[in-house]
């Protein structure tokens, strides 16, 4: 009787467990179902990790902030993040060091629309655990620059401002596929340096990611997947720097059936979020 008992309860506990519906998927680089747990081990033996996100996909905000919260149990971290510019990195400081209020950072830095919901619960995991939060990305400003006159035109700005930007001249190669389909996309020539402002940004959240990391710790970045995805992007400029450091990477990709990700997302990251495409936004 106790073998029947506790088999019906296995099967009700299968079904239940079938019958769920997924928020998200987590794959691998081939495209194999993996634990999260198994992924945190393995991250936690890396010493850069890029996470690749949706901006306004409250899968992506919640689970950085997850693995973000896991990692830190093993390994000392420094954050970082596309979401603040170089030139607020002074502000930022202050924040996590608890010497300006919320308040005050929102008056001294540009913060996203969707920092309150998804970027200040990671900024005050930082300040609650004395963490470093780098600032790596360009000024808007100036990847608008390199849009309109490519790299030639940050000739003309001064030495303060090129202090917020990787150093010149910047390592660019027109042929990786992710800048080639972005000139595409854009039809040709009249788009031509499109793919230049994307590498200015790209470079100068390597340059400022090496700047902050930290031997022997955990570097986590936050940034757009398309700044990461297919080991490009930031990735391909850290290499160039720094081969012999560990690295890692996160994306996120939207599909209407989560479980079995499509090959157009297989080998787009060491760890693939799947969420399905109909996911609320925050903004």
Request: charge should be positive; proline fraction near 5%.
């Amino acid at each position: 009787m106790k073998r029947i008992f506790l088999l019906m309860s296995t099967c009700f506990l299968v079904t239940v467990a079938f019958a769920q519906k997924p928020a998200y998927v987590l794959y691998n680089a081939k495209g194999k179902k993996v634990s999260y747990d198994k992924m945190i081990k393995i991250l936690g033996e890396k010493d850069i990790v890029l996470f690749g996100e949706f901006h306004n996909n409250p899968i992506s905000h919640w689970m950085q902030l997850e693995v973000t919260t896991a990692l830190k149990q093993n390994r000392d971290m420094v954050l970082g993040a596309e979401m603040f510019e170089q030139d607020n990195q002074d502000p930022l400081n202050l924040y996590v060091q608890g010497k300006i209020k919320a308040k005050a950072l929102d008056s001294l830095a540009r913060l996203w629309k969707n920092y309150p919901t998804d970027y200040a619960p990671l900024v005050n995991f930082a300040k609650d655990n004395n963490l470093d939060f780098a600032a790596t990305n360009v000024p808007r400003k100036y990847a608008a620059l390199v849009a309109k006159g490519g790299f030639e035109a940050l000739d003309t700005i001064s030495a303060k401002e090129k202090s917020w930007i990787a150093p010149l001249p910047i390592a660019y190669d027109p042929e990786l596929p992710g800048y080639k389909k972005m000139l595409e996309m854009m039809g040709g020539h009249s788009g031509a340096n499109l793919p230049k402002a994307q590498a200015i940004k790209d470079a100068t959240m390597a340059y400022f990611i090496l700047q902050h990391y930290k031997q022997g710790s955990l570097f986590m970045h936050y940034n757009g997947s398309y700044h990461s995805d297919n080991y490009e992007g930031i990735l391909w400029h850290l290499k160039n720097k720094r081969p012999e450091l560990k690295y890692g990477t996160i994306t996120t990709v939207s599909q209407k059936d989560v479980n079995s990700l499509l090959a157009e997302n297989v080998g787009r990251a060491d760890y693939i979020i799947c969420v399905p495409e109909n996911m609320t936004t925050t903004y």
